[in-house]
């Protein structure tokens, strides 16, 4: 099994809907990330989470919404989903300040239309 | 602003030649500096990490360089393999007391495809 699982890894979704994506990892980091891809750019952060009471908006927060049901659970959530949104999203995990480096899912394709 | 540039934005390569790919920063204070690997489809699998007192560091086929002073980086791939085809991410890590999250800079990537 992977250490950090994807779930779904497409999704066509329409302008105005709510979408989740979800994540889960099985290193036993605190650590979690949502990172969004976009190409010709960099993987820019959304959300991270230090911990499971611990949220912090990253350098592209606007339009998303994060919850962390667990230490091995964060989710991703569009509210009203716009077709800039369209993107890869990777979900990561880390060691505490990632000395050893980030572990990152598979990724989800999403497609607003 | 931090950055991250990378050069070339892409590359193609004939299967068992060398190549050598560009990471320059300007990211402060900088902490280390790493090295990724993404395959089409999957997510980032890091490669190296170097800390401001390494100059080189390799990891089989890969051997990454750091220049700390000038604030460049190189990953050199030597005989590559059809399977080093992807895109290579450069990310630099600025140091804080808290490890904030928010101090990873990402580069845009190399793709590099290598052909048969």
């Known amino acids: 099994d992977a250490d950090v699982t994807q779930t779904p890894r497409n999704r066509i979704t329409k302008t105005g809907k709510r979408i989740m994506l979800e994540c889960s990892q099985t290193?036993?980091?605190?650590?979690m990330y949502w990172y969004r891809q976009d190409p010709g750019l960099g993987l820019r952060l959304i959300y991270y989470?230090?911990?499971?009471?611990?949220?912090n908006k990253g350098e592209i927060s606007d339009g998303y919404s994060v919850s962390r049901q667990a230490q091995a659970k964060f989710s991703l959530s569009l509210e009203s989903a716009i077709p800039n949104q369209t993107a890869l999203y990777f979900c990561?995990?880390?060691?505490?300040?990632?000395?050893?480096?980030?572990?990152f899912g598979s990724g989800t394709r999403l497609t607003v239309v | 602003k931090n950055q991250v540039e990378q050069s070339p934005q892409s590359l193609i390569i004939l299967e068992g030649k060398n190549c050598t790919l560009q990471?320059?920063?300007?990211?402060?204070?900088?902490?280390?500096l790493r090295w990724y690997k993404q395959d089409t489809g999957r997510g980032p699998v890091s490669l190296t990490i170097?800390?401001?007192?390494?100059n080189t560091k390799s990891n089989g086929r890969y051997t990454a360089t750091l220049d700390a002073d000038t604030k460049q980086s190189s990953l050199h791939i030597t005989a590559s393999q059809l399977s080093d085809s992807a895109s290579y991410i450069c990310?630099?890590?600025?140091?804080?007391?808290?490890?904030?999250?928010?101090?990873?800079?990402f580069g845009s990537g190399t793709q590099l495809t290598v052909l048969p």
């Open positions: 990471c320059n920063y300007t990211v402060s204070p900088f902490s280390n």
């Open positions: 170097m800390t401001f007192s390494e």
């Open positions: 989470s230090f911990d499971v009471k611990d949220i």
């Open positions: 990310v630099v890590s600025a140091r804080g007391s808290s490890g904030s999250a928010r101090q990873l800079t």
């Open positions: 290193k036993g980091h605190d650590r």
């Open positions: 990561a995990t880390s060691d505490e300040a990632g000395i050893k480096g980030y572990t």
